[in-house]
């Protein structure tokens, strides 16, 4: 199974800051990884698609990028809604699809 | 759009079997993946396996190949995910997700299902 490793898995920041995580896999993915939002209590909500695809809603501020094996999740300036947890998901290949473990944005 | 209605919270003994529904409207039920993914208190979320439909033949990951049994009954257009044997570790919250492409990215979400293993 291709295994996706977040970083950091927790992160301290204030609103109006830029910040970066990175989704690493264990093998390459192309661009099959999406990124998904999820608020204590809330069902996750999707952000990115296909490393840097935003989904139809979502605040340009939130943007994708990547290919292969590293690829990154960017809030330009961060809204006091943006402090949830964040993660990473790869569907190249399956079974089984896999998910990151998660950054916690604080 | 696609809305997905999961069964309520369960309490189960360890050794039983839990089975939790997901009853989909909007969209093309027949035609979209189903998957379940469940989410242990506090941890990230594990992929169990999915089914489309149309195809009718379910995947499944390898950590519950032969406790998990995914269906889905396309009259009502709901899924169902079956799980025996249950031990303390599969307490989480199990969720079915919609993929509009084939075990492609998530776009719609059940509320999500308490399963609770306790003696």
């Known amino acids: 199974a291709i295994q996706l490793t977040q970083s950091p898995s927790s992160l301290s920041a204030s609103v109006g800051d830029r910040v970066t995580i990175t989704c690493r896999a264990s093998?390459?993915?192309?661009?099959?990884l999406a990124w998904y939002q999820q608020k204590p209590g809330k069902v996750p909500k999707i952000l990115i698609y296909?490393?840097?695809t935003l989904e139809s809603g979502v605040p340009s501020r939130f943007s994708g990028s990547g290919f292969g094996t590293e690829f990154t999740l960017s809030i330009s300036s961060l809204q006091p809604e943006d402090f949830a947890t964040y993660f990473c998901?790869?569907?190249?290949?399956?079974?089984?699809?896999?998910f990151g473990q998660g950054t916690r944005l604080e | 759009q696609v809305h997905l209605v999961q069964s309520g919270a369960e309490v189960r003994k360890p050794g039983s079997s839990v089975k939790v529904s997901c009853k989909a409207s909007?969209?093309?039920?027949?035609?979209?993946?189903i998957n379940w993914v469940r989410q242990a208190p506090g941890q990230g979320f594990e992929w169990m396996g999915g089914?489309?439909?149309?195809?009718?033949?379910?995947k499944y990951t390898q950590n519950f190949q032969g406790r998990l049994t995914i269906t889905t009954d396309e009259s009502t257009s709901t899924a169902y995910m079956d799980l025996n044997s249950l031990r303390s570790e599969d307490t989480a919250i199990y969720y079915c997700?919609?993929?509009?492409?084939?075990?492609?990215?998530?776009?719609?979400w059940g509320q999500g299902t308490l399963v609770t293993v306790s003696s």
């Open positions: 909007g969209g093309t039920f027949s035609s979209y993946t």
């Open positions: 093998q390459g993915v192309s661009t099959a």
């Open positions: 089914i489309i439909p149309i195809l009718g033949t379910p």
């Open positions: 997700a919609v993929s509009a492409t084939y075990y492609g990215k998530f776009d719609f």
């Open positions: 998901q790869q569907f190249h290949s399956i079974p089984p699809l896999t």
């Open positions: 296909d490393a840097s």
